[in-house]
T-cell receptor, first 114, second 114 residues
């Protein structure tokens, strides 16, 4: 099974709302990633978790708060977002210990901020 | 990571081979060439990767020039389902770890026609 599951598939939120995106994998991967993809643009890395610890934060605004409660689960908590944060949010995972790493992506959560 | 350059778009007839070029003239010796594709409304999907030698799997073949400055992804018998954005990425491990920081370029939009 090479599946990364993201929920919800679609989310509409107001600028004062608090919401969370969820990502789950059961491949035993120890590295997990959040990407943001604007329309007609390539995905951009936001965060990397390795062994449940935050390893990379690509200078993402604090209104995005990642969390990795266990090795299978990755959350992205959203608060006070702006309309320009509307995008497709992609989660990915990979084997931490593999030399040549393949990232497996979920289908994404399409977020609209009103 | 080395910057990659790809044509913006390409067309291919169904059943014919699709040859997608990628230029990575500044690639360093330890950087792998990875190919991913993204079908509309889905997350990116890994296709193939290589370092020096040509590689083949059930999805595609990867031809890397001897000087490693360019490569070509070959889909031997393109189908309509191969219509997607194809990303060529030069990747290396991040900070000595084995997980990678994928930096997506603009990619090539491949359209397969009946």
């Amino acid at each position: 099974d090479t599946e990364v599951t993201q929920t919800p598939k679609h989310l509409v939120m107001g600028m004062t709302n608090k919401k969370s995106l969820k990502c789950e994998q059961h491949m035993g991967h120890r590295a997990m990633y959040w990407y943001k993809q604007k329309a007609k643009k390539p995905p951009e890395l936001m965060f990397v978790y390795s062994y449940e610890k935050l390893s990379i934060n690509e200078s993402v605004p604090s209104r995005f708060s990642p969390e990795c409660p266990n090795s299978s689960l990755l959350n992205l908590h959203l608060h006070a977002l702006q309309p320009e944060d509307s995008a497709l949010y992609l989660c990915a995972s990979s084997q931490e210990t593999a030399v040549r790493v393949i990232q497996y992506f979920g289908a994404g959560t399409r977020l609209s901020v009103l | 990571d080395a910057k990659t350059t790809q044509p913006t778009s390409m067309d291919c007839a169904e059943g014919r081979a699709a040859n997608l070029p990628c230029n990575h003239s500044t690639i360093s010796g330890n950087e792998y060439v990875y190919w991913y594709r993204q079908i509309h409304s889905q997350g990116p999907q890994y296709i193939i990767h290589g370092l020096k030698n040509n590689e083949t799997n059930e999805m595609a073949s990867l031809i890397i020039t001897e000087d490693r400055k360019s490569s070509t992804l070959i889909l031997p018998h393109a189908t309509l389902r191969d219509t997607a954005v194809y990303y060529c990425i030069a990747w290396t491990s991040a900070g000595g770890t084995s997980y990678g920081k994928l930096t997506f370029g603009q990619g090539t939009i491949l359209t397969v026609h009946p």
